[in-house]
């Protein structure tokens, strides 16, 4: 079935997603292998995708956005996630949705010029800073701190698992600006490259995910000035829950995309491979095996496009959100598995896109908040 058939997108998203298929297929994806080899992918991909209108979907144009919308963006997520290289997708996603997302809700117009339209337009990479190497899910038992001090914040702590990291201009920073309020006493802080204090102190190794920079970063005595706070002080919390809806989602739309890349390349795979004199694809087990993946696919498909659905009509759906995230990425993880057995001893070649789906499908059930708090936010929901 087309997108179009879900009722969901219409005429100028699928000529669009025939747009964003070009890219990934001419520019990306031959590409692929050789980014993961040398865990990175070119700076230039941010202002081409900016070029293409790519990093600025959602925002408004005097921004440098196109603010088309959130369909828009998903139909880039889902067809970004079969360019072979999660990672790749990983941190050009994180442009667009995580780092950039905080700034346009919750940024002045100033702190928008300053850091919005520049992200927009490819020329400043932004990242996330949240996860602590002892807190993640947990956002209020964040540690890292930021102490007024005149004009000035001043920060110290540490961050890790950070998309973008490495090589970011900036970064949104989740901090504990009174540590004596819980969740009350976090606020989000614009802490710039360069800013003295503040540094990398390692780019992380990974399963998956290898061609994005994924860094650890460290804060001592760093004087961020106030005017980068995003929002009033004390609302970071509500400022994470937030942004948290978007992200999720995004992850179950990029699980849908990887999965449905999974599916044909596995489809396409039996079908050109030979065993006892025909096609693998052929055998019942095998037939079956394909429809049955199919079927869970098509599940979370639904789900997900469920969620967006009332997301993008400025419905509450914290539940559905959640269920969709936690449904597609796991999802995903078991089509890989699948894709992979059928593959046999081919899956583990680098030259098969597989093996990279299956490294990278690892992290949907984690990122952005785990299966196990999904569920946890779905009981809630139930009021239980």
């Not at 209108?53 to 970004?80: H, I, K, T, W």
């Not at 990672?87 to 940024?107: E, H, K, M, N």
């Not at 920079?213 to 004087?223: K, N, Q, Y």
Request: proline share 3%.
């Amino acid at each position: 079935m087309s997108a179009s058939g879900y009722g969901l997108f219409g005429e100028e998203h699928e000529a669009f997603r025939s747009t964003v298929k070009q890219f990934v297929e001419r520019e990306l994806k031959p590409h692929a292998a050789r980014w993961e080899e040398a865990e990175e992918f070119p700076r230039a991909l941010y202002p081409r995708c900016a070029e293409l209108g790519l990093l600025g979907l959602r925002y408004p144009v005097e921004y440098g956005g196109s603010d088309a919308g959130p369909l828009f963006e998903a139909v880039l997520l889902e067809e970004l996630a079969k360019c072979g290289s999660g990672g790749v997708a990983a941190g050009l996603g994180a442009q667009f949705t995580i780092s950039t997302g905080p700034l346009w809700r919750y940024g002045t117009d100033e702190q928008k010029r300053r850091f919005l339209a520049p992200a927009i337009r490819g020329e400043k990479i932004g990242a996330l800073g949240i996860t602590e190497p002892s807190a993640g899910s947990d956002v209020a038992g964040l540690l890292t701190t930021a102490r007024r001090d005149g004009d000035h914040y001043v920060v110290n702590g540490s961050k890790t698992y950070i998309t973008n990291g490495v090589r970011c201009d900036f970064v949104v920073l989740a901090v504990k600006t009174d540590p004596t309020k819980g969740h009350q006493g976090l606020s989000l802080l614009v802490v710039e490259k360069g800013t003295q204090g503040f540094g990398v102190s390692k780019k992380l190794k990974k399963l998956g995910w290898r061609a994005s920079d994924t860094g650890e970063l460290h804060f001592e005595e760093c004087r961020v000035p106030v005017a980068n706070r995003l929002g009033d002080e004390g609302a970071g919390f509500y400022q994470i829950m937030g942004n948290f809806e978007w992200e999720r989602i995004a992850m179950a739309l990029g699980a849908v995309g990887a999965a449905d890349d999974i599916l044909q390349g596995a489809i396409s795979y039996t079908r050109d491979r030979k065993a006892f004199g025909k096609s693998i694809a052929e055998f019942q087990v095998t037939r079956h095996k394909l429809a049955e993946m199919a079927t869970e696919l098509e599940a979370a498909r639904q789900l997900t496009y469920h969620a967006l659905r009332l997301h993008a009509g400025g419905e509450y759906a914290l539940a559905q959100t959640a269920m969709a995230k936690k449904v597609a990425t796991e999802m995903c993880c078991r089509l890989a598995d699948q894709a992979l057995q059928l593959h046999g001893g081919a899956g583990y070649m680098m030259e098969y896109d597989v093996q990279r789906h299956w490294r990278d499908a690892r992290l949907g059930p984690i990122g952005g908040g785990t299966s196990e708090i999904m569920t946890e936010i779905i009981a809630k929901q139930l009021g239980l």
